[in-house]
């Protein structure tokens, strides 16, 4: 069955660092790979996706992901972190035939450091 | 992209009752999801709602509990029923896009 495994909880990081958030899939096929955002008493947003082609896949708000199959991980990457980052990150895998069906992972609450 | 309207918002009801919450899609869709979103946690899949067959409920989750319909390719409803305190979530739907899901933004019920 798939999975997502997200190891952090909880991350902290000053403004203006770099960031990486760990995700690793479980899936039997070339998995559909997804990074959501959700901001206190916000919707879910989409960051980024990745189905095929480049391994490295760019997102909105300057955020940008790896693929690496060999890992079986699709980490969150972002050079520089703005107070306004501070939500929580999920990643995700799509199932079904048009990856709709969504198993998401625990997620990862970021803070920031002032 | 699709426009995913749910109703209502946000709501508090008494233990024992039922509430049930509406998913509107601006354009025809063949999946819908619904997920559930407890306090602090992760989203959890419901189940799957197709036009025209009985929804597919995952692990833990059972028709009597969450009942769902899906009338035409643009609606669909889940109903929480004869509700406790642990059903305090946020309810989510979503609609299958091209590749992935576009997600509503979600119904926010407190059960007291």
């Known amino acids: 069955a798939q999975s997502v495994t997200q190891p952090d909880i909880h991350i902290t990081v000053s403004e203006g660092a770099s960031l990486e958030l760990r995700c690793n899939y479980s899936?039997?096929?070339?998995?559909?790979l997804f990074w959501y955002v959700q901001s206190p008493g916000q919707g879910l947003q989409l960051l980024l996706k990745?189905?095929?082609?480049?391994?490295l896949v760019q997102g909105i708000k300057g955020f940008e992901a790896e693929f690496k199959r060999s890992q079986s991980s699709f980490n969150l990457r972002k050079p520089s972190v703005h107070w306004s980052d501070a939500a929580e990150y999920f990643c995700?895998?799509?199932?079904?035939?048009?990856?709709?069906?969504?198993?998401f992972g625990s997620g990862t609450r970021l803070s920031i450091r002032p | 992209s699709a426009v995913i309207s749910q109703k209502p918002s946000r709501d508090i009801c008494q233990r024992g009752t039922s509430l049930t919450i509406q998913c509107q899609v601006d354009?025809?869709?063949?999946?819908m999801f619904w997920y559930r979103q407890q306090p602090g946690q992760s989203l959890t899949l419901i189940a799957t709602?197709?036009?025209?067959?009985?929804?597919?409920?995952e692990s833990g989750f059972v028709i009597d509990k969450f009942p769902i319909s899906r009338p035409n390719l643009t609606f669909s409803t889940l109903t929480v029923s004869n509700m406790s305190p642990e059903d305090s979530s946020i309810y989510l739907c979503?609609?299958?896009?091209?590749?992935?899901?576009?997600f509503g933004q979600g119904t926010r019920l407190t059960v007291v």
């Open positions: 979503s609609v299958d896009g091209t590749v992935g899901a576009f």
């Open positions: 899936y039997g096929a070339t998995p559909y």
């Open positions: 990745y189905f095929s082609g480049d391994t």
């Open positions: 995700a895998v799509g199932a079904g035939s048009s990856a709709s069906k969504i198993i």
């Open positions: 354009s025809q869709v063949t999946m």
């Open positions: 709602a197709n036009q025209g067959s009985e929804a597919t409920y």
